[in-house]
């Protein structure tokens, strides 16, 4: 057993090269010059006494040996951060940060009273809320800069966790006294009728748009495009015309009183809220108290 010295430095280099897919991006990515980086590496080989990796001018990847030993040292970075989070269970709990990214209808219309509450319950946590469009959350989780996340987008995503919670269709938003306002569900034939808008085409919500109405001969053609929808919606309350948006992000109280939301038809369209983590995520307890009343209100 002696001749096992290496530390979890070690460790972490190995995995970087094989999850970064090169000596040099696992530098970068480990803040580390090139040569450090080869030395901790072959510190390790030294101290296993095998060969990790097969190195060739132009690509580098993982021996027979290796290829076990990285499933063996996933494992235990992933039991020491289990570890250390468990042991500092009681400051985490009280003090600390919780970062969470969503797409702003969520933000709107569910964080307020839950951040009141976990406010109340732990004044010392700093909640950091990333209210982004949905292909930026999945890529703000994605990059682990999130405890976790709440979109539309993210099932199926390699190294992703996407938990469906939630599912919401999409209105049509409109004035009070638009033509279709009084409708109790109208079409897209209806819709292609009257002034249209929409998302721009690197929004998330326009993508599901697009898909649902592919099969489609014609669709509405739109004479605004905007990045948000709450641009979108400010466009509707401005009278400049008519918007296919989620549900949640119609206002709700006096600012949506002049706004009439009419369910879609042939066909409707939905989408599955989420929440997302990056897989193997290991919540602090503060994070998981937030996770679970936010699961609990989307839920609900």
């Not at 990285?70 to 003090?95: K, M, P």
């Not at 966790?161 to 409109?174: G, P, S, T, Y």
């Amino acid at each position: 057993m002696n001749q096992l010295r290496f530390d979890l430095s070690d460790l972490q280099a190995m995995v970087a090269v094989v999850e970064q897919g090169g000596f040099r991006a696992a530098a970068t990515a480990l803040h580390l010059s090139q040569p450090a980086l080869s030395r901790r590496i072959a510190k390790l080989e030294e101290a296993l006494n095998v060969k990790l990796f097969e190195r060739s001018t132009r690509r580098v990847s993982l021996t027979l040996m290796g290829r076990e030993f990285f499933v063996q040292a996933q494992e235990i970075l992933d039991g020491v951060e289990r570890s250390l989070h468990q042991i500092s269970d009681l400051s985490r709990t009280h003090s600390g940060q919780v970062t969470v990214a969503c797409v702003p209808s969520v933000a709107h219309h569910f964080l307020p009273p839950i951040l009141q509450r976990f406010h109340v319950a732990l004044p010392r946590v700093r909640v950091r809320v990333a209210d982004e469009g949905a292909h930026e959350v999945l890529n703000i989780v994605a990059r682990g800069e999130a405890d976790f996340g709440v979109n539309f987008l993210g099932a199926g995503e390699p190294g992703i966790d996407f938990e469906a919670i939630l599912k919401e269709r999409f209105v049509l938003a409109c004035l009070a006294d638009h033509p279709l306002a009084r409708r109790r569900s109208v079409s897209w034939d209806d819709i292609g009728k009257h002034p249209y808008m929409t998302v721009a085409k690197s929004s998330g919500n326009r993508l599901l748009l697009d898909q649902a109405m592919a099969p489609a001969e014609q669709r509405p053609a739109s004479f605004i495009e905007v990045r948000h929808v709450s641009t979108l919606l400010e466009m509707v309350r401005a009278g400049l015309g008519a918007a296919v948006v989620p549900q949640l992000s119609m206002p709700a109280g006096a600012t949506g009183a002049m706004l009439r939301a009419v369910p879609l038809t042939a066909p409707g369209i939905e989408r599955t809220l989420g929440i997302i983590r990056r897989s193997g995520r290991v919540f602090s307890p503060a994070a998981q108290q937030l996770y679970e009343e936010l699961k609990a209100a989307l839920t609900a």
